[in-house]
């Protein structure tokens, strides 16, 4: 693994002298691993916000719920081994109910078919395979590939965790894995470069955690599209290699294409705790190339395109939510917020763990917060569920008395999986539609996303918050600044938490659940059973048949916040991921209806029913050979990278979607699978559309870069209003549109 780093580490040094040569001026450290990436230099074009990067990805990462459409498609490309080191993470279908063993023991029987699938086909085509158990995808990377200057894509928004290790992880749909396993370059429009400079040191009760949703407040979840945030300055190396990853996760929650730390001593301590010298040497030895120019330290403002400024020594903790991670206010503001909108300040469960908080250090801090409740006699007054990071993870806190602690504080630990934060949560203990508080050290917190229930409010913090607020039962507990009511009725007050990042004794080694591929793959065949309800080969989409879209109708008008989880919610769903007619039967259960206010239902306007699934809608003029489109507001397809989210419309008829504006990864998943993904040039356009009209979009056959299209809407009444619509499609991606889908186009 070491002599593709050590190739990379020594071509930089040219490279990087060519770019300074060639732009006349330092470079930052993004530009550093995308120079070094370049896939063709002489064509490369370095416009930021305009150019479209072909970069050679270092590795490619997939979990279980995206990687099985990965693999399909994959699997349509006709090759017989990857192009690049490759590795599947059976993490996201494993179901929290009852604790690790027994969840552990039911994931393995309900998905076994999903399971064989993907580990016949990671054993054919060369790539290693994680086994359910062995941890959430990020922390596994962060463990054992993540390595300073790299470049990986992983099928999962957050990937950028692996910026805490200084790479450059990205999150992509399932499809642009496929690609690039397939050999072909990964293509994504050069980031523009946001600089958070970070001064001071974090102390008491401020962590990692409180600088990313500090920052999400202050930049929003679309404040980070199209941008790499790039971390530098002194405060940077207070922060262990796990923090930095905590931090960079969740940059996923700015919209950002992803964030990065620079190399420095923590993360070399990092890699030699987790077996990994040889690496933290090599990059010791280059790490002038790990780190951005000294100039570039001293004159920042000239080469980021925006500049934070974050004091670390001033940072208080933070808590955001309810229903979006940039609702945010420090916590001893919390109990008012509380109180002004009526939310219930009881908690109903506190979570901690997650793939963004479940490092040793994490888990240390928490279970220093709980032994101190503990000795002075408390008890957590709810549910308290913890969810490792990893198996390492796991046996480590383990032998070292943490999980005891939890237990003792009356908490449960759950497999070493995404559990509650992707809806795979079974809870007996609130109502359908009850409105409860839940509090967890997760980075999402849209609406339904940990139990499938919209009237749950979920609110979002540090690991050691979440410990100290489960003692309270209660949001209006401040832990920082006041006491809570000990057994005895006295004051009781928590010290801020310590905790050492590594583990004292070294990680525990022994089972961790990998599997490397067969030596010879072509002696293995891929298990998908023909009759299967979660696994289905895919057909590929229709071409473009060359025609302008015509009077389409909208099935759908969205109000408000359409995430991913709107477009295809996850939890029970994730059962059929793999299976595109199956979950077809999600498309737009979570999105708001614009024109009655209800999530998932809107009127047939070919048949004048009223109160319809959309996905019945779209079924049926499916069968009729109608296409349709959406219109949508700001910052649609926020949250994850599922492709499901693209494929289900593509595969029922949607030809086009129209929006004040687009998250990254959903505006190409929706490129790469055919659906023309379109702004509007004047956002209050928006408020043109109504329920029965009719949508044209024309002049598709001269459909070019940055050249608006036009679109008719046809009132019921006769009249056309006509508006401009932007894309963004370069002349590849109208190739894909024309093909019917990137993988058509490739064929
Ligand atoms: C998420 O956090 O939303 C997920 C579940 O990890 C998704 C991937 C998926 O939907 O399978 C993501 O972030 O990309
Ligand atoms: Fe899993 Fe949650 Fe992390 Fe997504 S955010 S990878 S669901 S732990």
């Known amino acids: 693994m070491l002599d593709p780093i050590r190739a990379l580490y020594a071509s930089m040094a040219d490279r990087l002298a060519q770019a300074r040569r060639d732009w006349k001026r330092p470079l930052t450290l ?38 099985q459409m990965a693999l399909l498609q994959f699997m349509q490309a006709g090759k017989s081994q990857v192009a690049v080191p490759s590795t599947v993470h059976c993490d996201h279908l494993i179901r929290a109910q009852s604790g690790a063993s027994d969840d552990m023991r039911r994931a393995v029987t309900e ?38 200057g790299g470049l990986m894509i992983g099928a999962d928004s957050h990937t950028p965790n692996g910026g805490g290790l200084g790479m450059l992880a990205i999150g992509v749909g399932g499809v642009d894995c496929g ?25 008491g009760w401020a962590s990692p955690k409180d600088v990313i949703t500090y920052l999400c407040g202050l930049l929003t979840v679309k404040g980070g599209t199209n941008k790499i945030i790039e971390y530098f300055g002194p405060g940077t190396q207070s922060i262990s290699a796990t923090g930095k990853g905590t931090i960079c996760n969740m940059g996923a929650e700015l919209g950002a294409t992803t964030s990065v730390f620079p190399f420095d001593d923590r993360m070399a301590t990092y890699l030699r705790a987790t077996d990994r010298a040889d690496l933290a040497r090599l990059a010791e030895e280059y790490a002038d190339h790990l780190v951005p120019d000294p100039e570039v330290l001293s004159n920042p403002k000239a080469c980021y395109d925006e500049l934070v400024e974050i004091d670390l020594a001033e940072l208080e903790p933070h808590v955001v939510g309810p229903h979006s991670p940039d609702r945010d206010r420090p916590i001893s503001k ?81 497999a070493n999986a995404c559990g509650p934060c992707i809806g795979q949560w079974k809870r007996s203990d609130v109502g359908k539609d009850e409105t409860n508080t839940i509090v967890s050290s997760f980075n999402r917190n849209f609406p339904g996303r940990n139990d499938g229930s919209a009237a749950t409010l979920s609110f979002l913090t540090s690991p050691e918050i979440v410990t100290a607020l ?14 809570m009511p000990g057994p005895d009725g006295r004051p009781f007050r928590f010290t801020p938490p310590e905790g050492e990042e590594l583990p004292r004794d070294g990680f525990v080694k022994g089972e961790e659940g990998y599997e490397p591929p067969a030596a010879d793959g072509a002696a293995v065949s891929v298990v998908i059973a023909p009759d299967s309800e979660r696994l289905q080969l895919l057909q590929p989409f229709p071409r473009w048949d060359g025609r302008d879209f015509d009077r389409l109708p909208i099935l759908v008008k969205t109000q408000g916040k359409t995430t991913t989880d709107h477009i295809s919610p996850a939890g029970a769903w994730l059962r059929y991921r793999g299976h595109l007619d199956r979950i077809s039967d999600n498309m737009f259960l979570g999105a708001v209806n614009a024109f009655t206010g209800e ?64 998250a990254r990864i959903h505006e190409t998943n929706l490129k790469k699978q055919g659906i023309l993904p379109l702004t509007f040039a004047d956002p209050t356009d928006y408020d043109l559309f109504g329920e029965a009209d009719r949508v044209s979009v024309v002049g598709l056959q001269s459909l070019a870069p940055a050249r608006p299209v036009e679109v008719r809407i046809h009132k019921p009444d006769g009249k056309t209003v006509t508006i401009q619509a932007r894309h963004s499609l370069t002349d590849e991606q109208i190739g894909w549109f024309r093909a019917g889908s990137a993988l058509n186009a490739l064929a």
């Open 179 to 203: 690609e690039v396993m397939a050999g072909l370059p990964w293509e994504v429009l050069h980031p523009k470069l946001v600089g958070v400079h970070l001064t001071g040191k974090l102390s």
């Open 599 to 662: 999530a998932g239902k809107g009127v047939n306007v070919l048949t004048g029913e009223a109160g319809v699934p959309f996905t019945k809608i779209a079924r049926d003029w499916k069968a009729k050979g109608i296409g349709w489109v959406v219109v949508g507001g700001e910052n649609y397809g926020e949250g994850s990278s599922r492709e499901h989210a693209a494929m289900s419309p593509r595969y029922l008829g949607c030809r086009a979607v129209l929006v004040r504006s687009f």
């Open 30 to 67: 993004s530009e550093k691993i995308l120079v070094a990436h370049t896939h063709d230099w002489k064509a490369q074009t370095w416009d930021r916000g305009k150019a479209q990067l072909r970069l050679k990805v270092d590795r490619v990462a997939m979990q279980d719920a995206t990687g």
């Open 470 to 483: 489960a003692f309270a039962g209660t949001l209006e507990f401040d832990p920082v600044h006041a006491t």
């Open 334 to 414: 919390l109990a008012d917020d509380v109180r002004a909108n009526g939310w219930p300040a009881h908690m109903k469960s506190a979570l901690i763990g997650s793939c963004t908080n479940s490092s040793y250090e994490d888990m240390r801090r928490a279970a220093h917060i709980a032994m101190q409740g503990i000795k002075a006699g408390l008890r957590a007054k709810t549910p308290f569920l913890i969810t490792p990071g990893s198996e390492r993870i796991y046996q480590t806190i383990k032998r070292d008395g943490i999980v005891a602690t939890f237990e003792e504080m009356g908490g449960t630990v759950l």
């Open 111 to 148: 998905n076994n078919e999903v399971y064989a699938f993907l580990h016949s086909a990671s054993k054919k085509y060369g790539i290693g395979f994680w086994k359910p158990g062995s941890g959430i995808i990020h922390q596994v990377l962060l463990e054992n590939y993540a390595f300073p």
